[in-house]
């Protein structure tokens, strides 16, 4: 039998990273609070913030106006939001007197996706209300659209501030973190001292 060299293959070493630098559980909490603050702020912010939309005239408004007040289908996830529509809808009516009206009605965010919803899930039956609801569209889609993704867009600052707050917390949870401060119940100083709050 004939001798044959089995070749020999060299591992290379494998390079030793250094360790990431533990980052202080003190200054995990103070970015975790101002994130907290930041959400705070966001939603307050959208809840009192405004889109137009372009109703283009008395018409339309008021077509539209009896259909959420007489007409609209409604459930469990869909009635507080009804009603806050409407409630928004009766205030911004009192622009309908005024013979300069812009034919903008201005709409809290979570109304104009309530809006949206509502005019998504319209039915109805013959050939009459399928017309009233084409030329609702026509008029109005548009705009409500529009506003719709305004409104995503604005939302986006609240979902990255969400998403940073997840990470944090799951750090704070479950990752190495260097300990600089003691945990008192759910109350943590970050200058090493409890709190007593």
Request: charged share 35%.
């Amino acid at each position: 039998m004939e001798k044959t060299e089995t070749p020999v293959i060299e591992l290379k070493k494998v390079p030793t990273v250094e360790a990431e630098a533990l980052r202080k559980r003190s200054e995990v909490l103070t970015e975790h609070e101002d994130l907290q603050k930041k959400n705070e702020e966001l939603l307050k912010e959208m809840q009192e913030r405004e889109y137009d939309v372009d109703f283009k005239s008395k018409s339309v408004f008021t077509r539209l106006y009896k259909f959420l007040e007489k007409d609209a289908p409604w459930g469990h996830t869909t009635a507080a939001g009804l009603i806050m529509l409407h409630n928004n809808l009766k205030q911004e009516k009192e622009k309908l007197k005024n013979e300069e009206w812009d034919k903008l009605i201005k709409l809290r965010a979570i109304n104009v996706t309530t809006l949206w919803t509502m005019l998504t899930k319209m039915e109805g039956s013959g050939f009459h209300e399928a017309k009233n609801f084409v030329e609702l569209m026509a008029a109005i889609g548009q705009s409500i659209s529009e506003a719709v993704r305004q409104v995503h867009m604005d939302n986006q600052e609240l979902r990255d501030n969400h998403e940073a707050l997840t990470k944090l917390d799951h750090l704070l949870d479950h990752g190495p973190l260097e300990e600089d401060c003691k945990p008192k119940g759910d109350a943590v100083s970050s200058n090493g001292e409890e709190n007593n709050t």
